[in-house]
């Protein structure tokens, strides 16, 4: 990799409660000190700054229906969330809703009175729409071995809702997650995802890959998706724009109107709350924010729970080892080799991890595969190791040991393995 193009990669601000030192690199092959631009700088306030309600004379118009303040208030220190624990309120997990059907573009179709999300929060003049309840029941299971593990299995239900709901509600529970390494994946070339994909599974391998085909709502035409849990989103500029409408109430000239369909009468007309130029420095701050570096990558264990991974074909959607193509002005992330652990591509995991929901070409049970690079930090950055979309993974087994459909035969490898072996690929996970 050419150290040159690195140098403006965010490194400092990522996990930077923690381990302000080593995250440089993807390939983890040299020492660049990272430095930080002056629009990454304000990418990076932009991206923690606390919306209030409006008129205020900085970071105004929050709501008037929001699930949360900041970006950063959900994707804590540019890592992840977590579904809220004992009696807690929603917080960095939200709920999308649809009803049967789809929009116009083809989406989701929304609910009347509350649209395509459910916001807890509202500023005065509007209603709180509800919130949703969660209970876990467990599921107990063992490994040949005799060890034990215990799945947690949610149940969601939408309460204290303002108004009526309609028949045949759908809810997708979603947890933020992290948000580095973005500008890599949004840069690998569409040919690349689509010849990965396997949609009839030819190699009978059991694995179907397919890509997501959204709606770009800028060029008004279908695109490939590559963001958001079930690859539901094009592109970073049209993710960030619909968060910060979606998620904060906040309007940009992507997303102008507010999001408050039930209650649209309650707001005065106004312009637009976020301008180009903020929503701009938002969205190459996602595009450069650098992925943590590997850490012992060459310990014994964690090389052999990196071949143990590939011989379960964990490997077969979580791609090791992926090509960017060329990005005009951003030569950062531009023909690098990276090594995400994702094809980007959605895949059905089975009716346990099934939200019945579908999003654009998504089912309800398929999800994006998860890019497992930097998952090793997340208790360090995040004190918590709550994974899967919807947090309801207590460590990495109880992911892996969620994985069903396509991904049986790999899960059923990796319960196969002696204790031994097991333990070397969840070292090897915490490496990456
Ligand atoms: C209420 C919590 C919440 C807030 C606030 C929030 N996000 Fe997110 N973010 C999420 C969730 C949940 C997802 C996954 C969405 C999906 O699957 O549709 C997500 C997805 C993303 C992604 C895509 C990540 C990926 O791996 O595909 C980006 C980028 C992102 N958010 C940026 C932002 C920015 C920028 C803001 C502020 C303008 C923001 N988010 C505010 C919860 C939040
Ligand atoms: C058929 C494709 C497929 C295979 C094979 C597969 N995975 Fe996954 N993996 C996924 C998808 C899709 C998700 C996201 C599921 C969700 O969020 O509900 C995921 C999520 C994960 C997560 C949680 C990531 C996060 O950020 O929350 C871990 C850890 C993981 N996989 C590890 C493994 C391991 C280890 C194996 C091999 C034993 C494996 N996977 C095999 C597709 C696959
Ligand atoms: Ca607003
Ligand atoms: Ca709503
Ligand atoms: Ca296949």
Redesign the pocket.
């Given at each position: 990799m050419n150290s040159t193009k690195k140098e403006t990669l965010v490194s400092r601000h990522i996990w930077k409660a923690f381990i302000p030192l080593v995250l440089f690199c993807f390939s983890c092959s040299d020492t660049t000190t990272p430095s930080v631009t002056e629009e990454n700088d304000e990418g990076d306030v932009a991206?923690e700054a606390k919306f209030v309600t409006a008129p205020a004379s900085v970071n105004s118009g929050i709501g008037p229906l929001y699930?949360?303040i900041?970006?950063a208030?959900?994707?804590t220190s540019d890592g992840r969330?977590t579904p809220p624990r004992n009696g807690e309120e929603l917080s960095?997990?939200?709920f999308?809703l649809s009803i049967p059907g789809t929009s116009p573009e083809g989406g989701p179709n929304p609910v009347p009175g509350y649209g395509g999300q459910l916001h807890p929060r509202s500023t005065y003049g509007c209603s709180s729409e509800g919130t949703v309840r969660i209970n876990y029941s467990e599921i107990q299971g063992a490994f040949p071995d005799g060890e034990t593990y215990s799945l947690r299995q949610p149940t969601y239900t939408l309460i204290n809702n303002y108004t009526t709901l309609p028949a045949g509600v759908m809810l997708s529970p979603?947890?933020?997650?992290?948000?580095f390494g973005?500008g890599l994946l949004e840069a690998i070339p569409e040919n690349v995802l689509t010849a990965n994909a396997d949609e009839t599974d030819a190699n009978k391998d059991g694995i179907s890959g397919r890509p997501n085909y959204v709606f770009d709502v800028v060029n008004k035409r279908t695109a490939i998706g590559?963001?958001?849990?079930?690859s539901?989103?094009p592109n970073?500029r049209q993710?960030?724009a619909g968060?910060?409408n979606g998620?904060?109430g906040?309007t940009t000239s992507v997303f102008p109107d507010e999001n408050s369909v039930g209650q649209i009468q309650a707001i005065p007309a106004h312009p637009i709350e976020v301008d180009d130029k903020t929503l701009d420095a938002?969205v190459h701050y996602?595009r450069t924010l650098a992925v943590p570096a590997r850490r012992n990558s060459t310990d014994e264990t964690v090389k052999r729970g990196k071949q143990l991974f590939i011989e379960a074909n964990c490997s077969g959607c979580h791609t090791p080892t992926l090509t960017t193509g060329s990005v005009a002005d951003v030569p950062e992330i531009s023909n690098q080799t990276i090594h995400p652990y994702t094809d980007l591509l959605l895949h059905d995991l089975g009716d346990g991890l099934s939200d019945g929901r579908p999003d654009f070409l998504a089912t309800g049970n398929e999800w994006r595969t998860s890019?497992l690079w930097g998952i090793g930090l997340t208790e360090l950055v995040n004190g918590h190791s709550n994974f899967l979309h919807d947090g309801r993974a207590r460590n990495y087994i109880e992911a892996i040991m969620w994985h069903g459909g396509e991904a049986t035969n790999a899960r059923d490898n990796f319960k196969k393995m002696p204790k031994g072996d097991r333990d070397a690929v969840v070292v090897f996970l915490r490496s990456l």
């Open positions: 991206f699930n949360n900041s970006c208030s959900c994707h969330g960095s997990m939200l999308r979603r947890v933020a997650p992290p948000v973005l590559r963001f958001g849990l079930k539901n989103m970073l993710q960030n968060a910060y998620d904060m906040i938002v996602t890019p």
